[in-house]
């Protein structure tokens, strides 16, 4: 692929990339550069190369290879388990499923030596089973399909938004309003390809949060129940941010080493997950444990905590608050 720059002078490569070629992230380009598959008139330069009226650059990007799943003793922690779905409580720091750069170590290679390979195959050869995802920094709930018929059934119900999802997070200020809806459109950040934004409507898509202040600490920090409508990529933080108080410990949306209180991680923690069973039909609510990084805020309000685990989803929330 070949372009020719015509905007601004000055401005850097990598930016001028990212902007230009979204399907790429910022950092795959950058590696991208590094190895040579990146040209500017025809030789290699950094990333931070600046850019003038007339240059000429040729992109290659080498074709992914096929990442080999491999079956891993990883201990799990496991919610619920049949012949059809798994539910578990996925630990801070796991990824998902593997990926440049996480080929092991991932959920999906704990499951797949868990269930013994017994997973959904539709997902995607380097994602069996998997309906949804986590961040690598949050911890909790999570199904798993090990059937195809439970993985579309799943599937569906989480695009109906039929699930009910509760998080318990903890930001670095009070919000204005103890109970709050936010409701906007959230699409990549055209530059810092990691991060997500709020955007204009017809540039990205939905994202519905509901908030709830449970508790606000001396130090000002908070922690909120958030109740998810939709599923987006970094929705709760992003939203979070938005809203002026971004989550304590969250290396892209906030500054930590700035923030009052210092913790070990991203203070995010998918609580208690609520589903109809694929095959029975029956509801299923479940409940990760809360990590005792969260206790110092969830210890003061433990009566309210054990109000909300009454509640079959967020629908009936109002008569709580």
């Not at 930016?15 to 290699?44: C, D, F, M, T, V």
């Not at 530059?191 to 000002?220: F, S, W, Y």
């Not at 970094?234 to 809203?243: A, D, E, K, S, T």
Request: some cysteine; aromatic content about 4%.
């Amino acid at each position: 692929m070949t372009l020719h720059f015509d905007g601004a002078a000055n401005q850097r490569l990598d930016a001028y990339l990212a902007a230009k070629l979204p399907e790429l992230s910022r950092s795959k380009i950058q590696a991208l550069i590094k190895e040579g598959h990146i040209l500017l008139n025809g030789g290699k330069v950094k990333a931070r190369a600046s850019l003038k009226s007339g240059d000429e650059l040729t992109v290659e990007v080498p074709e992914e290879t096929a990442v080999e799943l491999e079956a891993q003793d990883i201990p799990l922690s496991v919610l619920h388990e049949d012949r059809e779905i798994i539910i578990l409580d996925k630990a801070h720091g796991m990824v998902v499923h593997p990926a440049a750069g996480n080929a092991n170590g991932t959920l999906v290679n704990a499951l797949l030596h868990h269930c013994a390979g017994e997973l959904a195959s539709e997902g995607g050869e380097e994602r069996p089973g998997i309906v949804h995802r986590l961040d690598k920094d949050t911890s909790g709930c999570i199904v798993a399909a090990k059937t195809n018929a439970a993985l579309k059934h799943l599937v569906g119900q989480f695009a109906d938004r039929t699930t009910a999802k509760l998080y318990l997070a903890v930001v670095q200020s009070p919000p204005k309003e103890a109970h709050q809806t936010v409701f906007n459109h959230i699409a990549r950040h055209p530059v810092h390809r990691q991060r997500m934004d709020v955007c204009n409507p017809g540039a990205g898509k939905p994202a519905i949060t509901d908030l709830h202040l449970l508790h606000m600490a001396e130090d000002g920090t908070s922690l909120i129940l958030c109740a998810l409508h939709t599923g987006r990529t970094h929705q709760i933080r992003v939203h979070n941010r938005f809203l002026g108080h971004p989550l304590l410990g969250d290396p892209i949306y906030s500054k930590p080493a700035r923030q009052a209180r210092k913790v070990p991680r991203l203070m995010l923690h998918a609580w208690r997950l609520g589903l109809t069973h694929p095959e029975s039909g029956q509801w299923i609510q479940k409940e990760a444990p809360i990590p005792e990084e969260f206790h110092p805020w969830t210890d003061e309000v433990s009566h309210r905590l054990a109000q909300v685990r009454l509640i079959k989803d967020s629908k009936e929330f109002d008569a709580l608050w």
